[in-house]
């Protein structure tokens, strides 16, 4: 299910300029009141009108049992109307055929199905874009999975990008802001993007877009103050990215300089969230050089769990000059990466966590190192993390 919260309007002061870089989680935001108050999208937001993103940790309002709705939206409007039980289809019986206005049937069928994106690098670090679908080898819960599907290309992607927004930030957000601008340009040119911005609360300052400039804007609202609740931006973030997300390919950038001291959530909480969701890629920056020993080491601990669990990587600059080169190191990787997937032979209906190995080997390569998320929550009557709906078209 994904978290329904109510929404509140929340005005906050927005100086220009800088950036830093968050991501993971679970949230719906609220708009902003201005004098003259304008309807936005879902997932958009207004330029100079930050959303503030409910607390992930209130309960969820359930959506009313007595209509049928699909939980993924067909991009045919009619398709994604509601069902009443008590009134009769008109989905053609024979076929499960649907009528659009164009005239053209078209076909549904659900298929559960378990998609890994990954990242393969040799022994040096370097990546390996050479492999083909016989080099690689997946087991669920230690039992070996057949890869039914096998895509190596560069997918557009749905990316959140959290910035710390607390008080110690304010020294290193205009070197952050240049680097996550850098890695947006070199960016798939039809990736989306939405920018939050956190201290003790997070606010959503630009919603998705592909829009450089727009998102420029985001980064640029800042206004450094306050605590660090690290794990409930990012389980707010991946909430959004549910919720909103134009592209099935998910990741999440954090940008930080200490530990979590404000959060509700716990590490393992905001983890559990983000698989839950079907978890987006974790990718990390951590900016601990001059931070105190104890917290440096609490906070390096935890950005490595959130990105190794969900197939990542934490980094860790040694300056600010350091960045720009990550940066880039985190948008040619994403774009490098290797999507498999299968059908899961677990039909047990048993619902909960199950843990995923992920191995390649090919010739004339040495040992391979696989990146990619450590398990998935199965779900009821959903035996798999994504659903994935075929639709075959046929002319009237």
Not at 203 to 211: C, E, I, K, V, Y
Request: with cysteine; aromatic share 6%.
């Amino acid at each position: 299910m994904l978290s329904k919260t109510s929404i509140s309007h929340i005005f906050r002061p927005i100086p220009s300029v800088a950036l830093v870089l968050f991501c993971s989680g679970s949230f719906l935001f609220s708009q902003a009141q201005t004098a003259q108050p304008v309807q936005a999208q879902p997932g958009q937001v207004q330029s100079g009108a930050p959303v503030a993103l409910p607390d992930p940790t209130r309960p969820e309002i359930q959506p009313s049992l007595d209509v049928d709705r699909d939980p993924v939206l067909s991009p045919d409007p009619e398709d994604n109307a509601s069902v009443n039980p008590a009134v009769p289809s008109t989905t053609d019986q024979a076929g499960g055929l649907q009528k659009r206005q164009d005239g053209v049937f078209t076909l549904h069928e659900d298929v559960d199905e378990v998609l890994l994106n990954c990242t393969v690098i040799d022994e040096r670090g370097q990546s390996v874009t050479d492999l083909s679908r016989e080099d690689f080898r997946v087991w669920e819960d230690g039992v070996l999975q057949t890869a039914r599907s096998f895509q190596h290309q560069d997918l557009p992607v749905s990316m959140g990008i959290l910035v710390d927004n607390s008080g110690s930030m304010l020294d290193k957000r205009v070197a952050v802001n240049a680097a996550a601008l850098n890695l947006l340009k070199a960016s798939n040119p039809q990736d989306v993007a939405f920018i939050v911005n956190f201290s003790e609360r997070a606010f959503l300052d630009q919603g998705f877009t592909s829009d450089l400039a727009a998102l420029s804007r985001g980064l640029s609202h800042f206004d450094s103050k306050g605590t660090t609740a690290l794990y409930d931006a990012v389980a707010a973030s991946a909430d959004e990215l549910s919720n909103h997300a134009k592209h099935p390919k998910q990741v999440l950038l954090i940008i930080t300089d200490g530990a979590d001291n404000a959060s509700r959530l716990n590490l393992e909480e905001a983890i559990h969230r983000v698989q839950n969701l079907g978890g987006p890629v974790v990718y990390s920056i951590g900016l601990l050089f001059g931070t105190d020993k104890d917290e440096s080491q609490r906070a390096r601990n935890a950005l490595e769990m959130l990105s190794q669990e969900t197939g990542g990587v934490a980094y860790f600059p040694r300056s600010l000059d350091d960045v720009d080169k990550i940066a880039a190191d985190v948008a040619r990787d994403i774009r490098n990466q290797y999507t498999i997937g299968y059908h899961s032979t677990n039909t047990s209906g048993i619902t909960g966590y199950r843990t995923v190995r992920l191995e390649a080997k090919a010739a004339n390569h040495g040992k391979l190192i696989v990146r990619t998320r450590k398990g998935y929550y199965s779900k009821p009557q959903q035996k798999n993390v994504q659903r994935a709906r075929t639709e075959q078209e046929v002319k009237q």
